[in-house]
């Protein structure tokens, strides 16, 4: 009803003949960029999601000793690690998202990574509970509009026959920052373990707050390298994407930054995108919520110190993140040849990996043998990503792919960001032994994981025919 007294027009999947010469037109009569600005722009990005994978496993290092310093319960530990990164991101994802639609997606990009330097700077600092749950609120600010930007970007950086090895790369972002995080993380933490807390004036930074000071100065430097990135043109076809009419109110544009125009885009192809969008949700309970207490957990559960999960961590996680990129490229090249629906199928098979692997590692007799469960689930976690976020931009449309990946990731950051609230809960008050970590791990990946492979299952079939209606179209 409010939709419509707005002026939103419907979203109609596009099927004429027409629509479907002007696209197969408009794809091949295209100038895509040089090889050389597409890989620059790529590097950029590489380095921008090093950054922000590189925190949030760095912070997980530190959560036992931010519980002692702030005096803390895992409760309150879980809701700083999660829900308190995603309260601003319910206010301004969406928003942000729809900049990178209609604005140089390289500023979105820059302004962001600079926000999250500055942010992070901003916890080092922090004096109590409440000030470091705010510098945690406004991170997600900065890194709200990283991944939309950066994969419409892509996009139109790289030609469809080119994509997929693009995001390939792109993972190296995240595994240099979930295996730097560690090493680093573990060593940073053993030097600064024995300092005195700092005392400026009123203000007292304890030794771990350094690391938080150190590791948001490089972010201002890659908010320069984002100046360098050539913007590319937007790909436009005729006919195939609902676009805000010039001379819409204002009301209408405002309308627009709301999310609305993408939410009926996913809606109107609600059979493709919902199943994926679940599926994504839940499966973050493992990608954040379990990560984040893996630390904790060794702690409690086998008597580790930061620096040595860290090194053996570390090393696991290099050579799983690695494998795990070549196992997928390779899967899913191997599918693309014999399937349409390469993509969710691939993802489908990777995660059912994960969820097994999650359930295991837990039960593991020792640290050694939980943490190589773990690192095998996280090398098909690394083989599924590629191919479900390829998923995702294959079927956007280009108009509102920004909006769209923002709902999409949305879902994942929201769920992740409870799902390490979740576990503080499920330890405290149904476990209730600190102890037992190992235990609320458990619960938690046996009643959410394998409901989050079968719904990425019901996305098969849907997507495949979705592919191909667009190559009937010839997209």
């Known amino acids: 009803m409010a939709v419509a007294s707005a002026g939103i027009e419907p979203f109609e999947p596009a099927g004429s003949e027409a629509q ?24 950029v990005i590489v380095l921008a999601t090093f950054l922000t994978f590189f925190d949030q496993v760095v ?23 999660g829900p308190a990164s995603i ?27 600079a926000v999250i330097g500055l942010v992070t700077i901003a916890g080092g600092i ?3 509970f409440i000030q470091f749950v705010g510098s945690r609120v406004f991170l997600a600010a900065g890194g709200s509009a990283h991944a939309p930007a950066s994969y419409s970007l892509l996009a139109d950086m790289f030609p469809p026959k080119k994509i997929t090895r693009a995001f390939a790369i792109l993972q190296l972002g995240f ?13 940073l ?37 984002f100046l360098t990135v050539k913007e590319p043109t937007r790909l436009i076809i005729p006919g195939m994407m609902n676009t805000v009419p010039e001379n819409a109110s204002l009301s209408r544009r405002i309308l627009t930054f709301t999310g609305l125009d993408a939410a009926k885009a996913i809606h109107a192809n609600r059979r493709v995108y919902y199943p994926l969008f679940f599926g994504l949700a839940l499966s973050a309970i493992e990608t954040f919520g379990l990560s984040f207490w893996r630390v904790p957990f060794m702690i409690r559960t086998y008597g580790w110190s930061e620096a040595q999960i860290g090194a053996v961590i570390g090393g696991m996680t290099l050579v799983a993140s690695l494998l795990g990129l070549v196992l997928g490229g390779t899967f899913v090249e191997w599918l693309a040849k014999r399937r349409k629906d390469a993509n969710v199928f691939a993802a489908t ?59 999409y990731l949305f879902m994942f950051t929201f769920f992740g960001a409870m799902g390490s609230f ?18 609320a791990l458990e619960i938690t990946a046996l009643a959410l994981l394998p409901l989050a492979t079968f719904c990425i299952y019901r996305a098969i079939r849907p997507y495949r025919e979705e592919i191909e209606r667009l190559e009937a179209l010839g997209l």
Request: aromatic share 12%.
């Open 20 to 43: 479907g010469a002007a696209g197969q037109d408009a794809v091949e009569s295209r100038e895509w960029p040089k090889p050389s600005s597409a890989y620059w722009a790529l590097a």
């Open 59 to 81: 912070f997980g290092m530190m959560a036992e000793r931010i519980k002692s310093d702030f005096g803390l319960t895992d409760s309150q530990l879980g809701f700083l690690a």
């Open 87 to 113: 309260i601003c991101y319910l206010f301004v994802g969406i928003p942000l998202a729809r900049l990178a639609d209609i604005w140089p997606r390289k500023y979105v990009l820059s302004g962001g990574v």
């Open 126 to 128: 922090a004096q109590n």
């Open 175 to 187: 595994i240099g920052g979930s295996t730097l995080g560690p090493l680093l993380g573990g060593q």
């Open 189 to 225: 933490i053993a030097m600064t373990s024995h300092w005195e807390p700092t005392v400026w004036g009123s203000f007292r930074i304890y030794s771990w707050q350094w690391i938080l000071i150190w590791t948001g100065l490089p972010a201002f430097f890659f908010a320069l390298l």
């Open 349 to 407: 098979i990777c995660f059912a990996v994960v969820t097994v692997c999650s359930i295991l590692s837990p039960l593991m007799p020792n640290g050694y043998a939980a943490l190589g469960v773990a690192s095998f689930g996280a090398m098909f976690g690394i083989a599924g990503a590629v191919p479900q976020n390829a998923a995702i931009q294959r079927v956007a449309p280009n108009a509102m792919r920004g909006q769209v990946t923002a709902i």
């Open 422 to 439: 979740v576990i503080g809960l499920v330890a405290q008050y149904v476990v209730a032994d600190p102890a037992k970590l190992w235990l």
